[in-house]
């Protein structure tokens, strides 16, 4: 009996001590390494996370929810990252890549639909040089809509070059901030290269996103905790947070994966840490619970990627399996997440969604 309420008055004390520093986070912002370790590891505190990153998403970014429609243009890419399913070296997939009329149209398309941001995403197929990109992008932008481009790492001439053309935003994951990690799941690629694209981008005014992913092999809460701590001051104006999930057609297909608790858990704390900013509910959380992208609207997201690729192409387009909504179209999606999102009270923003800094102290 002792001993029972002994732990009981131990596990008392714990979520005290959790409060304690999600109400910190709330006022402040600020979160020590050792307060974000401590809340990552403790699965008890979770909905109070989720919840406050609720709150904090409400009072600075409103309830209005920002619809990007992603065209998934290529799935050519000259890496070989470890984790993704269209990795160089997966002889499986059939390659794929929309040229630059069909770009065009799928985008038109798109913004007839009612999308105010396009995001064109690919890997990193070089036959999108710049001189066949930017005319894509200058067309694009004669539809009234921001755009956006996460096509990877790029020579500086090429980002100034897409920027001039029209590009408002970019993506890029960080993916990871450790190291070691980043050098054994990403072969051919160099971590600070990525961290200087990203600076490059950033320099040149676009408004920069990036993010990682969690869940991967050997990847430690501490090392989620700089993730965090490194996107808040790197100032991003978009995070996108996502589980890794295994692809069965790469090296990694027998690892664990990531789970969708600690997916929300993450993207809540970042929520706290950068209140302002554009946070999207991942397409991969969804792939791990079929309410996976509410819940993450619920719990600090203000950002929906409904799939705007055509046809056979949104299947070929696969990262992780799972993926959602491949045999469905781009009106259905726009559809069915606009009354997924009216379902919990939520509107959808008429605007293109730029990220409005709020003061700062
Ligand atoms: N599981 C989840 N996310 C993945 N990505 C790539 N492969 C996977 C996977 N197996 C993410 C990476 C990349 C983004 C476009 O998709 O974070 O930056
Ligand atoms: Fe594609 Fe629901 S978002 S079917």
Redesign the pocket.
């Known amino acids: 009996m002792q001993f029972f309420s002994c732990v009981f008055h131990n596990r008392i004390i714990q979520s005290a001590i959790m409060q304690k520093f999600i109400d910190k986070a709330v006022k402040t912002h600020r979160l020590e390494h050792s307060e974000l370790l401590a809340l990552l590891t403790d699965d008890s505190c979770d909905a109070a996370v989720c919840a406050a990153a609720d709150q904090v998403r409400r009072q600075y970014v409103g309830n209005d929810v920002h619809l990007r429609g992603l065209i998934e243009f290529s799935n050519i890419c000259r890496n070989n990252?470890l984790?993704?399913?269209i990795r160089k070296d997966n002889a499986k997939v059939r390659r794929y890549r929309l040229e630059p009329d069909e770009l065009v149209e799928t985008a038109r398309k798109a913004a007839a639909i009612g999308f105010k941001t396009i995001v064109m995403?690919s890997g990193e197929d070089m036959y999108y040089t710049a001189a066949r990109l930017c005319p894509v992008i200058e067309q694009i932008k004669k539809f009234g809509v921001a755009v956006t481009l996460?096509i990877g790492e790029r020579p500086y001439a090429d980002y100034k070059a897409f920027r001039e053309a029209g590009a408002d935003r970019y993506l890029?994951?960080i993916?990871t901030t450790d190291k070691e990690l980043y050098r054994r799941l990403d072969p051919d690629m160099d971590w600070q290269h990525r961290l200087d694209c990203l600076l490059m981008i950033r320099e040149l005014g676009y408004e920069l996103g990036s993010?990682?992913?969690v869940g991967l092999p050997n990847q430690t809460p501490e090392s989620i905790a700089d993730d965090l701590l490194f996107l808040q001051k790197l100032d991003v104006d978009m995070a996108?947070i996502?589980?890794?999930?295994?692809?069965p057609d790469?090296p990694?297909k027998d690892a664990g994966?990531?789970t969708l608790p600690l997916a929300l858990k993450t993207m809540a704390l970042m929520r706290l840490l950068l209140p302002d900013i554009n946070i999207p509910a991942t397409t991969?959380m969804e792939s791990l619970h079929p309410r996976g992208r509410i819940l993450a609207l619920q719990a600090g997201a203000n950002v929906v990627m409904p799939n705007v690729t055509e046809g056979e192409y949104r299947r070929l387009y696969e990262?992780?399996p799972g993926k959602i909504c491949v045999n469905d179209t781009p009106a259905h999606c726009r559809s069915c997440i606009g009354l997924k999102i009216a379902s919990i009270g939520r509107g959808i923003a008429a605007d293109c969604g730029f990220h409005k800094k709020a003061p700062r102290s």
Do not use: K, V, W
Not at 242 to 247: A, L, R
């Open positions: 990252c984790y993704c399913g995403q996460s890029m994951r993916e993010g990682i992913m996108g996502g589980p890794f999930i295994p692809h790469t990694l994966g990531g991969a990262l992780y």
